[in-house]
């Protein structure tokens, strides 16, 4: 596999065409991650990775498709493919993958600012809403339970968003973050403390996320892991687009 650089990613162009994972967008703009293909003259297929997700599209069938898949990585635990990779995926890893599914939300919200305002209003004045800057960011990398991909490089300080929520003992109970950048938007990563789900926590750390976006003229993407995050992204103004299947790879 030939990895590519920010000034040959047009050869990708046609692949990635249906992608329901914005996360993907992040490495084929150049963002973060890497992107790989079989041929640098005619590709026939291509691998993006970024964080644990391993994202493929174009010809399974093509003479190095199966030795690529058999390379992958063990750091990447995740595959999402076009649907004619399935029974090649399932080739190769045999037993030691795990089927599932993630829910796509579709790309074209108009949000309600109001609601989204009120949902922060709401929100018990026991907690408080912070943007993460440095302080915030050593203070998440010091709580246990926040195994972001929350990086302060100077790319996430330039182009990244993010903000956590602090209880009145000031511990962090909740981060969002924008965990992909790509050209017009962020993907969205949230995480809340088991303990101070159902409060309306959620929902007010990611309305103030939306309406930031909003501010700067960027689409804060909603992909969803379960229907939880559906229904939240449901509440806060989204709409369910499909359900989509992934890979999860026990490689060992």
Not at 83 to 103: A, C, G, Q, T
Not at 122 to 143: A, E
Request: glycine share 6%; aromatic share 12%; proline share 1%.
């Amino acid at each position: 596999m030939i990895k590519l650089n920010k000034s040959n990613l047009n050869l990708v162009n046609d692949f990635f065409q249906d992608i329901k994972f914005y996360m993907a967008k992040t490495a084929l703009e150049g963002y973060m991650g890497e992107v790989f293909v079989d041929n640098i003259e005619k590709p026939e297929f291509s691998f993006a990775f970024v964080e644990r997700l391993c994202f493929i599209d174009g010809n399974p069938k093509s003479k190095l498709a199966q030795k690529a898949l058999e390379e992958i990585d063990e750091y990447y635990k995740v595959i999402i493919a076009d649907e004619k990779w399935f029974e090649l995926i399932e080739k190769v890893y045999k037993n030691n993958l795990e089927i599932s599914s993630r829910y796509a939300i579709k790309k074209d919200t108009k949000f309600n600012r109001k609601l989204l305002s009120e949902y922060i209003e709401k929100m018990d004045s026991h907690y408080k809403i912070k943007k993460i800057d440095k302080k915030m960011y050593n203070l998440i990398q010091k709580t246990d339970s926040y195994v972001t991909n929350l990086g302060m490089s100077e790319q996430y300080e330039k182009n990244g968003i993010g903000f956590c929520v602090l209880n009145k003992n000031g511990e962090i109970v909740a981060v969002i973050t924008s965990d992909g950048i790509f050209n017009g938007g962020i993907d969205v990563n949230i995480k809340v403390k088991d303990t101070d789900r159902r409060k309306g926590i959620a929902t007010a750390i990611s309305a103030k996320m939306i309406l930031e976006c909003i501010s700067q003229n960027l689409y804060p993407s909603w992909d969803a892991a379960n229907l939880n995050s559906v229904g939240l992204a449901q509440k806060l103004g989204y709409e369910l687009d499909c359900e989509y299947r992934i890979y999860k790879i026990n490689q060992k």
